[in-house]
């Protein structure tokens, strides 16, 4: 599912982010991305995502060769991803329907078809009595779970979460991740950043952790 072979990523302004990474994460793995503040655990996931280039190095996301990709197919794959980030990124004046619908209405599907994914995916996350609910109106935990809805309604091979308990109470987080552990064996590759040890330690998977850009770790935890 993904390949880096030596993967180092620099800023304009001379930061090294990333440095040597290589690392390969199979198809239908659940893989935590962990490390302190500032470790490059970001910046892997934009660049699993192609929002960020790497500097050097190699690396293969779903088959693509992220070095030689063209910008008409960056589309392509990031069809096959769902992205989740800390903050959810609602939009505010719009219902929780028409918010998980959304990338379903970009990519021009029929009303009949938006309308059946968006109801299976919020049922999913058990937000299907609150598809006319506008997101101001929801609790922290809620409005996470309208961003997961969202992420996975385009059927992704693929998810990338940046910390998506970091604003929840330990209970939430911890519900939070079991949706993802439905996910992952449904057959989803997931991988997940997040600083809170405990919270990851709790679900056993893969951890691959991050220091100053360097991969210093590839550990199971019981």
Excluded: W
């Excluded at 503040?37 to 934009?46: D, E, F, I, N, Y």
């Excluded at 960020?52 to 030689?68: C, M, Q, T, W």
């Amino acid at each position: 599912m993904i390949e880096l072979h030596r993967v180092s990523k620099h800023y304009p302004n001379g930061y090294l982010a990333l440095d040597d990474v290589t690392v390969c994460i199979k198809t239908g793995e659940f893989i935590f991305l962990t490390g302190h503040s500032g470790a490059g655990k970001s910046t892997l996931l934009k660049i699993f995502a192609a929002i960020e280039p790497v500097s050097s190095g190699d690396i293969i996301v779903a088959k693509h060769n992220l070095r030689k990709i063209t910008s008409r197919r960056v589309p392509y794959l990031r069809r096959q991803i769902g992205i989740i980030l800390q903050t959810p990124n609602l939009l505010m004046d719009k219902s929780v329907f028409d918010n998980v619908a959304l990338p379903l209405v970009i990519a021009g599907y029929s009303y009949k078809e938006i309308s059946s994914r968006a109801r299976a995916v919020l049922a999913k996350v058990s937000l299907g009595k609150k598809e006319n609910c506008y997101p101001y109106e929801l609790s922290g935990g809620e409005q996470q779970r309208i961003a997961i809805a969202r992420a996975i309604i385009n059927k992704p091979s693929l998810l990338l979460a940046d910390e998506p308990t970091g604003n929840l109470d330990p209970e939430l987080a911890n519900e939070i991740m079991c949706l993802f552990e439905q996910f992952n064996q449904l057959g989803m590759t997931i991988v997940i950043a997040s600083h809170d040890l405990d919270l990851v330690n709790r679900f056993g998977h893969r951890q691959l952790i991050l220091e100053k850009g360097k991969l210093i770790e590839a550990s199971v935890t019981a």
